[in-house]
């Protein structure tokens, strides 16, 4: 079955511990990228990767880093995770950029 | 500055009436556009997209207009189902993907 599939679902931390949410996809897709919902703000991008070693920021990517080293993953790292992070994270792929992107189940972060 | 606007919050529609969700933009270079549907619980889904190229474009119960002049985008869901209510985001496409910030649309039975 053709998935992306995010861990954890659900997240609760503290200021400043180190986290990494997880993004994996089965499709052999080489467009990745990290989305941040929040009320009346939609879905922003954070990071994207169009290839293995290939990254750029998005719209809202302070406090985040990401890597690309294999095809299929693409984790999204908090170093010192803040209040204001605290939002519901979606992973998602395509063949093309940005392109009808299937978007994986999400990660509800809490940060206190 | 929001670039893809969807200025209705939510819409309360009857089962078997139309549901017409709209959506504008301010970048003239946005040359692909879509439509995702969203659940509670999981991630938005890909509905239906037109390109710049196109003004409608039909799948089944669902249409997609673009009308370039207005920069407006709206989706027609004719007749309308219980199981269609859900969050619904336009977004568009100019390098990069770009999305409006969601209309919470209602079946009622």
């Known amino acids: 079955e053709a998935q992306v599939t995010q861990n954890p679902r659900y997240l609760i931390t503290v200021t400043g511990k180190k986290l990494t949410v997880t993004c994996s996809q089965n499709?052999?897709?080489?467009?990745m990228s990290w989305y941040r919902q929040d009320p009346g703000l939609g879905l922003r991008q954070i990071y994207y990767s169009m290839n293995v070693e290939v990254t750029d920021k998005g719209d809202v990517p302070e406090g985040y880093k990401v890597s690309r080293k294999e095809k299929r993953n693409f984790p999204l790292i908090l170093e010192s995770p803040s209040p204001n992070q605290t939002s519901l994270y979606f992973c998602?792929?395509?063949?093309?950029?940005?392109?009808?992107?299937?978007f994986g189940p999400g990660t509800r972060l809490t940060v206190t | 500055d929001q670039q893809v606007k969807q200025n209705s919050p939510s819409l309360s529609v009857q089962e078997g009436r139309i549901s017409i969700l709209n959506c504008d933009y301010t970048n003239s270079m946005f040359d692909y556009f879509l439509w995702y549907k969203k659940y509670p619980a999981e991630g938005p889904t890909f509905l239906i997209s037109?390109?710049?190229?196109?003004d409608k474009n039909e799948d089944g119960r669902f249409t997609v207009f673009l009308n370039k002049s207005a920069k407006h985008l709206s989706l027609h869901i004719v007749p309308s189902q219980p199981g269609d209510s859900a969050v619904y985001f336009c977004?568009?496409?100019?390098?990069?993907?770009?999305f409006g910030q969601g209309t919470i649309l209602t079946v009622h039975p």
């Open positions: 037109i390109s710049s190229i196109k």
């Open positions: 499709m052999n897709h080489e467009y």
């Open positions: 977004a568009a496409i100019y390098g990069k993907l770009t």
């Open positions: 998602a792929s395509s063949t093309r950029t940005g392109y009808e992107q299937y």
